[in-house]
């Protein structure tokens, strides 16, 4: 798709004013996207306006409406809920209350509004710009505005964003504030975990979501827990039986715990509310378990917002900015939202339509139909589940006689255990027989590899590292011993699951067919990297645990220097030559500079930021944060960029120093690497079993083809399997990247959000979709 790139320069704010307001319930991320839509409004040189207290602020006026300025949004970031107030509005509901916000506004010159709430405060922000010229009439015979303003102010623009931590609306993957909530749900989780395997509990857990089950679906899946309930897939009759069954059955396979999850709005197939109390009755009553409830509540709405809440808020804040500069009185309210990757805006009523016809779905019982209106990424995550929950009995599995290995290879990564659970459990239920290989190919040459069972894998999700152990040796130098394991094993098909090392690994394989037959197999890699470099793929498997590691260590540095006034850090992030973590982490963390590989600097630039730097000390905002990528430039290193500052910032400020090193790596894995890893490694699985039985002749496996060995990987808006040959024009073999990567779209954001005067391609933004016509295959934006 050539085109002409667009830039926004030409679109100028001057003598618009913009009015932001949150409504609803909070959600964490609300107070990123206020920013953004304040630093990107003041940017283009419009006025940009607070409206506290939701629309309830709108009808009171007076001091609820306050122009705001660039300082006013710093330190907001990385707080939870939302600093500008948000309240259920009565009178808004009212004509006289909407006339009354109507002259409050018009007072103010605001004709452009940015809505971030729930579906309910979206469709009253549609019906307020329905009304607005009828408003604005009636003020006029009131005598209250003369007919010059309503000439002036004829038209009333509408964007909004959806801030929900229930994940509850449609033609958007991901709301502001569900990741964060997922975060809180899955510690919960974890720290339950140990205490219920001490004692052999059970544990019910509530989470929120009163019409939508996405929170208790996702964190199921997130966790491995035992059975979910949720209000779209409302379990068949009989299911007390099946459950007591499927529990006792897990305890009987030497599981010390059981989780159940419920989601607060979950029903039977006769629309009865199934409540957390009434699920844990029974399984006291049937099984004598000790079990326990724990209701998760507002925990779920608090707490700081996860790195991914920050930049999908960062960029919709400063995408909802554009869309009110080009809005005409033509154009529909609309909402911009994220599909798989990108930024889309979309009519914001055919959204809020699709939303209620869920509602009505489920209401009158047409409880799969609730499910395919949900979405793609939706019914993926139910689909997935009910593969990984629930072990199909030896007797009822096909057999299909094929071998499977499965290994890991690189650095450890978050989410690399996730994966192999989910590869060794759809491998069984397919009906292969599946191989563990212990520390990558080097182990693999050794002869370390066994067979690994469905319950072998129990518990893995939350598990940091790599259980597998996992190497950097590429397999050149070990082929022979390898060749000669497959043999020995019987490996009809391999799936390799690392870093670049494994992409690399891969390529070598496929090279060595000619020699060695035992290659041509069916082999898929799964991009599991920190550092996010491998070509073929948007986001790979540990990079988001590691970017939100980062990202707290970033905001305890800020906090530790609101003490001591103008202070600022260098802080070094891992990455190899790859600067997306240091990229996305300076965007998540609010910093003032991104060193990075990808864009050359001089020291020109370094000045250029020192006097950034030295101005800002001038305003009350007195620190700064600069990020700088371990590989950045062989000479302008981490000392020198520190003793630079330190020198040219002598009088004004003083600097430290921080390398983040390997803390980035650990950790357990995050909602969003949990669920990654799990559901494209059992969409890997599903592939491996089909290219098996389309590579099988004459009672052996041959696949000799380019199209035999695939990286899976997540491209914009959908997962594909792409040949390993034909990524090679794309990579940068020297340096261990991709020669073309998306994220360096967004570094002119996080320059603007500094206050640095940059040009920003907005090409892809503008077009308004339609939401029917989102891809079938959408992948998770976040999950």
Same mark, same amino acid.
């Given at each position: 798709?050539d ?13 618009k ?25 003041i940017?283009v ?6 409206v506290y207290?939701?629309y ?5 006026g007076g001091d ?8 006013s949004v710093?330190?907001i970031l990385?707080v939870?809920?939302?600093v500008i107030g948000s ?6 509901r ?5 006339l ?15 809505v971030?709430?729930?579906d ?5 922000a ?10 604005l ?6 005598g209250?505005?003369?007919?010059e ?15 929900s931590?229930?994940?509850d ?8 504030g569900t ?7 899955i ?7 140990t205490?219920a395997?001490?004692?052999q ?8 979501g ?14 491995g ?21 499927k529990?006792?059955?897990n305890?009987a396979? !030497? ?8 989601a ?7 629309n ?13 009553q049937?099984?004598g ?5 724990t209701?998760l509540g ?7 917002p996860?790195a991914?809440?920050r930049i999908?808020?960062? @960029? ?10 080009e809005?005409?009185p033509?154009?529909?309210?609309c909402v911009?939202s ?23 779905a489920?209401?009158?019982?047409r409880f ?8 793609k990424s ?6 997935t589940?009910k593969?990984?929950?629930?072990k ?18 690189g650095?450890?990564?978050?989410g ?7 590869a060794v459990r ?6 292969? !027989?599946?191989?563990a ?6 182990g693999?040459?050794?002869? !370390? ?23 950097r040796?590429?397999?050149? !130098? ?10 020995t094993?019987n490996?009809?098909?391999l799936?390799v699951?690392?870093?670049f ?10 090279e060595? @067919?000619?020699r060695?037959e035992e290659f041509?197999v ?13 070509p073929?793929?948007d986001f790979s498997?540990?990079?988001d645990?590691?970017l939100?590691a ?10 530790s ?11 070094e ?5 790859c ?7 300076a ?17 020109r630039?370094?000045?250029?930021n ?14 700064g ?15 020198f ?5 330190s020198?040219?910032?002598k ?9 983040l ?11 969003f690497d949990?669920n990654?890893?799990t ?8 592939w ?6 389309e590579?099988y002749?004459?009672?052996k496996v041959?696949?000799n ?5 695939c ?5 914009r808006?959908?997962l594909?399997f792409q040949p ?6 794309e990579?940068?073999f ?13 570094r002119?954001?996080?320059?603007i ?5 940059t040009s920003?391609?907005v090409s892809?933004?503008?077009?308004l979709?339609h ?13």
């Amino acid at each position: 798709m050539d085109h002409q790139p667009k830039f926004f320069e030409n679109l100028s704010g001057t003598g618009k004013a913009i009015g932001v307001l949150t409504s609803g319930g909070d959600a964490q991320g609300m107070n990123a996207a206020v920013r953004a839509v304040v630093r990107m409004g003041i940017y283009v040189k419009a006025k940009v306006y607070f409206v506290y207290e939701g629309y309830q602020g709108m009808v009171d006026g007076g001091d609820n409406i306050v122009e705001v300025s660039w300082e006013s949004v710093s330190s907001i970031l990385q707080v939870g809920g939302t600093v500008i107030g948000s309240a259920r509005c009565k009178s808004f509901r009212t004509h006289e209350g909407r006339l009354q916000a109507a002259y409050n506004l018009v007072q103010r010159g605001i004709t452009n509004l940015c809505v971030i709430g729930g579906d309910g405060s979206l469709t009253g922000a549609n019906l307020f710009r329905e009304e607005w010229s009828g408003l604005l009439e009636e003020l006029a015979q009131n005598g209250k505005i003369d007919a010059e303003a309503v000439k002036k102010y004829a038209y009333l623009n509408i964007v909004g964003m959806v801030g929900s931590i229930d994940n509850d609306f449609c033609g958007t993957d991901m709301t502001i504030g569900t990741d964060s909530a997922l975060h809180r749900i899955i510690e919960v989780v974890d720290a339950i975990m140990t205490t219920a395997q001490s004692h052999q509990r059970t544990f019910v857990l509530e989470v929120m979501g009163r019409h939508c089950g996405y929170l208790a679906l996702v964190s199921a899946l997130a966790c491995g827990a035992d059975w979910v309930f949720i209000p779209e897939y409302p379990p068949e009759e009989g299911w007390e039986d099946t459950m007591c069954v499927k529990l006792s059955e897990n305890r009987a396979r !030497k599981k010390r715990l059981n989780i159940i999850i419920v989601a607060e709005g979950a029903i039977d197939c006769h629309n009865k509310p199934i409540t957390s109390e009434k699920v844990k009755d029974l399984v006291v009553q049937r099984l004598g378990f000790d079990t326990r409830v724990t209701i998760l509540g507002h925990v779920q709405r608090g707490g700081t917002p996860s790195a991914f809440d920050r930049i999908l808020a960062s @960029r919709m804040g400063v995408e909802a900015v554009l869309a009110l500069l080009e809005a005409t009185p033509a154009t529909p309210a609309c909402v911009v939202s994220l599909s798989g990757n990108q930024a889309v805006r979309l009519p914001l009523m055919e959204c809020v339509q699709m939303t209620q016809e869920v509602q009505k779905a489920m209401d009158e019982g047409r409880f799969l139909e609730a499910v395919r209106l949900r979405g793609k990424s939706f019914e993926n995550n139910l689909n997935t589940y009910k593969l990984l929950a629930h072990k199909i009995p030896d007797a009822e599995l096909p057999k299909t006689n094929f071998n499977v290995a499965v290994l890991n290879v690189g650095a450890p990564a978050a989410g690399m255990n996730a994966a192999v659970r989910a590869a060794v459990r759809v491998g069984i239920t397919e009906g292969h !027989k599946m191989f563990a290989v212990i520390d990558g190919f080097e182990g693999f040459a050794k002869g !370390k590899i066994k067979e690994i069972s469905w319950g072998d894998v129990g518990g893995w999700t939350g598990q940091g590292g790599s259980i597998l152990g996992t190497k950097r040796t590429l397999p050149a !130098k070990y082929l022979e011993k390898i060749a000669e394991q497959m043999r020995t094993n019987n490996i009809n098909a391999l799936m390799v699951i690392g870093g670049f090392e494994a992409y690399e690994s891969c390529l070598q394989l496929q090279e060595a @067919r000619s020699r060695f037959e035992e290659f041509s197999v069916p082999i898929c890699v799964l991009p599991a990297t920190i550092s996010n470099n491998v070509p073929g793929t948007d986001f790979s498997i540990g990079a988001d645990t590691a970017l939100n590691a980062i990202v707290e260590t970033c905001d305890r540095i800020k906090q530790s220097a609101s003490g001591t006034k103008r202070r600022v850090f260098i802080i070094e992030t891992m990455g190899g030559y790859c600067g997306y973590l240091a990229n996305m982490g300076a965007l998540a963390a609010g910093a003032d500079a991104a060193y990075i590989f990808e864009e050359q600097f001089d020291i020109r630039e370094l000045q250029a930021n020192v006097e950034h730097l030295t101005e800002k000390m001038k305003t009350s905002i007195q620190r700064g944060l600069v990020l700088r990528n371990e590989n950045c430039n062989e000479n302008y290193t981490t000392d020198f960029i520190y003793q630079l500052y330190s020198e040219e910032g002598k009088g004004v400020f003083d600097c430290r120093k921080n390398v983040l090193g390997h803390m980035q790596q650990g950790g357990a894995p995050s909602p969003f690497d949990r669920n990654f890893g799990t559901k494209i490694s059992a969409k890997a699985m599903q592939w491996i079993s089909k290219k098996l039985k389309e590579t099988y002749r004459k009672g052996k496996v041959f696949a000799n083809t380019e199209d035999s060995v695939c990286l899976l990987g997540m491209r914009r808006r959908n997962l594909v399997f792409q040949p390993v040959a034909e990524l090679k024009s794309e990579t940068d073999f020297v340096h261990r990247i991709p020669k073309e990567q998306w994220w360096l779209k967004l570094r002119p954001l996080m320059k603007i959000l500094a206050k640095y005067k940059t040009s920003y391609d907005v090409s892809d933004s503008g077009q308004l979709e339609h939401v029917a016509m989102l891809p079938k295959e959408a992948v998770p934006a976040a999950i």
